[in-house]
């Protein structure tokens, strides 16, 4: 099945910082969605993309589905403590089929 | 909040005994899923189901079978639970027609230890 290399695993930064986290895959996805799980809750949606290219942003969030479909990076600017958590890329190959295939996520932690 | 509840929360259970995890949601989403979360793998699919009495398997559902006889209710079952099969277990709902291309919203998870 599809695979997920999503990297870093983890990553421990100081308040205010800018981060960056990236999904690269060796099939093509139609769709590219970024997920962030706090602590004893489940994932929660924080940006869908759906097109080749596109860059999308949700506050301080900044996600872009790459050009080869292949890809996917996260970006968070300016970091606060309640950016901590994992965060997880998935990618969805779409058309009839509406599974998602998830990377292992990012553990995040922000040092006030 | 998408309006998803998962039952028991948490449950302590003996190897061999059989467990049923429930998903109710209240969207009227058309497909429902159920995934596990364990370290260092991520979140893996089990089932899921894209409509009443539809369902398919997912990358892990060896030791696991499902039901769904209600559009709101998809059913978890574990037949003779062992040690492997503990795990955080998510639900989660989607509909090709929200939002266009089928998001993924998640249940708090439930928490099933196997003893």
């Known amino acids: 099945g599809q695979q997920l290399n999503q990297s870093p695993q983890s990553m421990f930064i100081q308040e205010g910082e800018d981060v960056s986290m990236n999904c690269t895959s060796s099939s093509i996805f139609n769709t590219w969605l970024w997920y962030k799980q706090d602590p004893g809750e489940g994932p929660v949606l924080l940006i869908a993309l759906y097109k080749a290219g596109e860059l999308t942003s949700n506050g301080r969030l900044t996600a872009q589905f790459g050009i080869t479909r292949k890809d996917s990076f996260l970006n968070i600017s300016a970091s606060i403590p309640s950016d901590v958590g994992i965060y997880f890329c998935?990618?969805?190959?779409?058309?009839?089929?509406?599974?998602?295939?998830f990377g292992k996520g990012t553990l995040l932690t922000v040092n006030p | 909040d998408a309006g998803i509840t998962q039952s028991p929360r948490h449950k302590v259970t003996e190897t061999g005994t059989p467990v049923t995890l429930r998903c109710h949601q209240t969207?009227?989403?058309?497909?429902m899923y159920w995934y596990r979360q364990d370290p260092g793998h991520g979140l893996r699919l089990i089932h899921y189901s894209y409509g009443v009495k539809d369902t398919d398997k997912g990358e892990v559902s060896d030791g696991y079978s499902v039901s769904r006889s209600k559009t709101e209710d998809f059913l978890l079952t574990l037949e003779s639970a062992t040690s492997s099969q503990t795990s955080v277990y998510f639900c989660?709902?989607?509909?090709?027609?929200?939002?266009?291309?089928?998001?993924?919203?998640f249940g708090e998870g439930s928490r099933l230890t196997v003893l």
């Open positions: 989660a709902i989607s509909d090709p027609t929200y939002q266009g291309t089928g998001e993924l919203f």
């Open positions: 998935a990618g969805q190959l779409g058309g009839s089929n509406y599974k998602l295939t």
């Open positions: 969207e009227n989403h058309r497909y």
